[in-house]
């Protein structure tokens, strides 16, 4: 049974650096054509994906955020985790990972609110 | 960067087909998955590589994908398929996903 869950914090002030972890089971990272992503949602909005690491630990980044992402893994505990430094209230939203396979998404977890505030 | 393009609503009475359309330069040589997403919940996929469906979603479910338009098509709506949808692509020049905006169904 694969599983993917979001852990971190649910509140963060302006500026500071937000670091998620997502833990995986019923796979592993280093599975070939698999990978994960990070994938948010603010209240009310559409979904937009933030970062990707491969099984082969290459990376891929959001073009208008690749100067705050960082995105890494370590397999042995099953978790990857993204850090988003320098943030600011729009960046209110719920956090997703997801499976990555063939393209398509085919699991997701539950998701984290995370809120930026002050 | 790629653009995926998706009408913001779609209104649809319970048993009536409803088609939500994802528009993309020739989007047509990519392949499309497309998620189902409900208020408070996770995105849920629902149909992959353009016509594909992932086990325990309905045949009512199904995908079309040529041109610069690709389709979901939801057969004999029910209520419990108000939800949003989202198509999706994965863009070789950038190597990442790309997300269309959404399409809000209302069962009427």
């Known amino acids: 049974q694969v599983t993917l869950k979001e852990s971190g914090p649910v509140l963060v002030k302006p500026t500071e650096t937000l670091t998620l972890t997502c833990t995986v089971s019923g796979f592993s990272l280093s599975n070939a054509r698999m990978g994960v992503s990070w994938i948010r949602q603010p209240p009310g909005k559409a979904l937009e994906w933030l970062a990707h690491?491969?099984?082969?630990?290459?990376?891929s980044y959001s073009t208008s955020l690749k100067s705050r992402l960082t995105i890494s893994k370590d397999t042995s505990k099953s978790q990857v985790v993204l850090t988003m430094t320098n943030m600011d209230p729009v960046d209110t939203a719920t956090y997703y990972c997801?499976?990555?396979?063939?393209?398509?998404?085919?699991?997701w977890g539950q998701g984290t609110l995370v809120t930026v505030s002050s | 960067s790629y653009v995926l393009t998706q009408p913001p609503s779609v209104s649809v009475a319970p048993g009536q087909t409803a088609r939500i359309t994802c528009g993309g330069n020739?989007?047509?040589?990519?392949?499309v998955h497309w998620y189902q997403q409900k208020p408070g919940q996770a995105p849920v996929l629902v149909v992959f590589?353009?016509?594909d469906r992932p086990s325990g979603i309905p045949e009512r479910f199904s995908g079309s994908n040529s041109g610069n338009t690709a389709t979901l098509t939801i057969s004999r709506v029910e209520a419990g398929d108000d939800a949003d949808y989202y198509c999706?692509?994965?863009?070789?020049?950038?190597?990442?996903?790309?997300f269309g905006g959404g399409t809000k169904l209302t069962v009427l």
């Open positions: 999706q692509v994965w863009d070789s020049s950038s190597d990442h996903p790309v």
């Open positions: 690491i491969f099984s082969n630990d290459e990376k």
């Open positions: 590589h353009d016509i």
């Open positions: 997801a499976r990555q396979h063939s393209g398509s998404f085919d699991y």
């Open positions: 020739n989007i047509g040589s990519k392949s």
